[in-house]
């Protein structure tokens, strides 16, 4: 724009953003940063965590941020770094906080002005559904605008990155090996405490996608199996709008809803350590800070399982392994846990059933809590349930060596499924693990397994 203000948007109009302030220099690095962090945090996330990013480096010169996101409904997140010395005896802490935190709000329909005095006077309004228009008005010449879109519109990455997707599964799955079965596919994994976003939108493409293809071949419809992150203080996403958001976007075919702090899956993990150690593989494990980590071969110690003594413990690679496992026969793993706790829907529903309903974060970690118990004689690692031992060799047994998983993901989780695949091995499953893995900053797709 000028001396003092920089408008950025990227090619996905996923975000536009605004940084104004005397030192352009410093500010550059601010929309390098976010769009780094969009490798892990939705961009209105990433805002958050800049903003106390330069608020710890305190820096010399003045900086205005303003960003606009448009995640189911346009939004805007804007703060003002300046600098000086910190809050003074006596003032007022809520005009403090007024003055410090970031500020978000809906845009308006009507033209708003954001940033004014150090850079440029930018205005945001939303003209139409689904899109935001951010203008930064200049002292000559013509304003200098960009477009924001709704989240819920692909952009064209995502359907190259589909197509892509869908032909390398095709070229995988060959007329060689038609015994070979999908079982189950995963359209990406969401965090329950953020919104959707671009991230999620190419997950959703690229799963829709093969799943097409599969159907297109005459395969029995597979299990989509939605991974929910639900360890985060709130729910901003609730399960019973992730199940219709998919309902929406992908072919019809079974659907099953799996919170990351399933006490079933950590139930399934504590007859595949028991099978690990039968197999003479407990050398490979060592326990550290409360938690297991194994040697997959290549000398290095990987997380088997987290804090061991930990209810909710919900990362490690056994984990995944008992995911993989549920999902090859899902119906017999839910009909079992419901029969033996005397639950009135299947486990995964009763989970969901909660964090849909509109509670207080302690209120949910209570029922929470108090379901998750009912599955302490199952979850313990020391020795595996006889029932449930006798269940997972008995679906085990069944699946045949032709059963296959795929897992649609962020190319930020490739090495870990790697590792994954690594552990069924060493367990000696019969089924196999397909990953689709994507970029949105590059609208790239590739195929391990």
Not at 18 to 33: E, K
Request: charge should be positive.
């Amino acid at each position: 724009m000028d001396r003092g203000t920089v408008l950025i948007s990227p090619a996905d109009h996923a975000y536009a953003l605004v940084v104004a302030g005397a030192r352009l220099p410093y500010g550059r690095s601010i929309p390098a940063l976010l769009d780094g962090l969009r490798r892990y945090l939705t961009p209105s996330d990433a805002a958050w965590a800049l903003w106390a990013h330069v608020h710890q480096l305190q820096p010399a010169a003045a900086l205005d941020f303003l960003l606009v996101t448009h995640d189911g409904a346009p939004r805007r997140t804007r703060w003002a770094y300046r600098p000086g010395p910190g809050p003074q005896p006596g003032r007022d802490p809520v005009q403090l906080c007024r003055d410090r935190l970031p500020s978000v709000a809906p845009v308006p329909a009507h033209g708003e002005v954001l940033v004014a005095g150090a850079g440029e006077p930018v205005t945001v309004r939303a003209p139409a559904p689904g899109i935001v228009e951010v203008a930064a008005e200049r002292a000559t010449g013509a304003p200098v605008r960009a477009l924001v879109y709704a989240a819920r519109t692909p952009p064209t990455g995502s359907n190259r990155s589909a197509r892509r997707a869908a032909a390398l599964v095709a070229a995988r799955i060959t007329d060689a090996h038609r015994e070979c079965a999908v079982l189950s596919v995963v359209p990406g994994r969401v965090r329950l405490d953020r919104g959707l976003g671009p991230e999620q939108e190419t997950a959703t493409a690229v799963g829709g996608a093969v799943l097409r293809r599969l159907l297109e071949e005459g395969a029995q419809a597979p299990l989509l199996t939605a991974r929910m992150d639900d360890d985060g203080p709130i729910v901003r996403l609730t399960p019973r709008n992730y199940r219709a958001y998919l309902r929406l976007r992908l072919p019809a075919s079974p659907l099953v809803l799996v919170p990351t702090a399933s006490p079933l899956v950590r139930s399934i993990a504590a007859v595949l350590y028991a099978r690990l150690l039968a197999l003479g593989s407990g050398h490979r494990v060592q326990r550290h800070r409360g938690g297991l980590y194994i040697d997959l071969g290549d000398g290095k110690y990987w997380e088997l399982i987290g804090d061991t003594g930990e209810a909710t413990s919900s990362g490690g690679l056994l984990l995944e392994a008992a995911l993989l496992t549920y999902r090859t026969d899902p119906a017999r793993f839910d009909a079992y846990f419901q029969d033996h706790l005397g639950l009135s829907d299947d486990p995964h529903r009763a989970m969901t059933g909660i964090l849909d309903a509109a509670l207080e974060h302690e209120a949910r970690i209570r029922r929470l809590a108090a379901l998750e118990g009912k599955f302490a004689p199952f979850t313990g690692l020391a020795s595996a349930d006889p029932g449930v031992l006798a269940l997972v060799t008995d679906v085990l047994g069944k699946a045949g060596s032709g059963a296959i998983h795929i897992d649609v993901l962020d190319d930020y989780y490739a090495d870990q499924q790697q590792r994954v695949r690594a552990l069924i091995l060493l367990l000696r499953l019969p089924f196999r693990l397909l990953s689709l893995h994507y970029s949105t900053a590059r609208a790239e797709v590739f195929l391990r397994g």
